[in-house]
Nanobody, 125 residues
Framework: QVQLVESGGDLVQAGGSLRLSCVASGRSFNSNDMGWFRQVPGKEREFVAAIRWIASSTYYANSVKGRFTISRDNAKNAVYLQMNSLKPEDTAVYYC??????????????????WGQGTQVTVSS
C-alpha cells in the first residue's frame, strides 16, 4: 500500500500562486497514474488534474486548464500541482491519489485509492 502526504496548501490572494506537493511512501508509484482532486464541504470530490505514468500525459479539468500544471518526479516519488492565477472558487481541500482501476475513467474519483489527508487551499478575493 502507498501512503500519500500532501503539503503546500495555504491562504493566498486571488491571482496568486501555490505549489502543492504529494509525496508517497511505502512503495513506488512510478507505474501508476496519479491524480489531484479537490473537495468543498457538501460537494462531491472534483477532478482537478491527472498524470499518466506512460509518457507523463496530462489531463485537466476545464476550470483549471491553462492555470494549473501537474508534474511528477519518479525519482522522488512525488507529484506536484502548480497553481497560478488562483481564484476564490479554487478554495477547497486538495487531495492526491493513486489510480487503481484502469477500467474506470481517469477523471473519475472512484478509479483512485490511497488518498492522502488533503491540504487546504484558501483563495481570498
Amino acid at each position: 500500500q502507498v501512503q500519500l502526504v500532501e503539503s503546500g496548501g495555504d491562504l493566498v490572494q486571488a491571482g496568486g500562486s501555490l505549489r502543492l506537493s504529494c509525496v508517497a511512501s511505502g512503495r513506488s508509484f512510478n507505474s501508476n497514474d496519479m491524480g489531484w482532486f479537490r473537495q468543498v464541504p457538501g460537494k462531491e470530490r472534483e477532478f482537478v488534474a491527472a498524470i499518466r505514468w506512460i509518457a507523463s500525459s496530462t489531463y485537466y479539468a476545464n476550470s483549471v486548464k491553462g492555470r494549473f500544471t501537474i508534474s511528477r518526479d519518479n525519482a522522488k516519488n512525488a507529484v506536484y500541482l502548480q497553481m497560478n492565477s488562483l481564484k476564490p472558487e479554487d478554495t477547497a481541500v486538495y487531495y492526491c491519489a493513486r489510480r487503481r482501476l484502469m477500467s474506470v475513467s481517469i477523471y473519475d474519483h472512484t478509479a483512485y485509492g490511497d488518498w492522502g489527508q488533503g491540504t487546504q487551499v484558501t483563495v481570498s478575493s
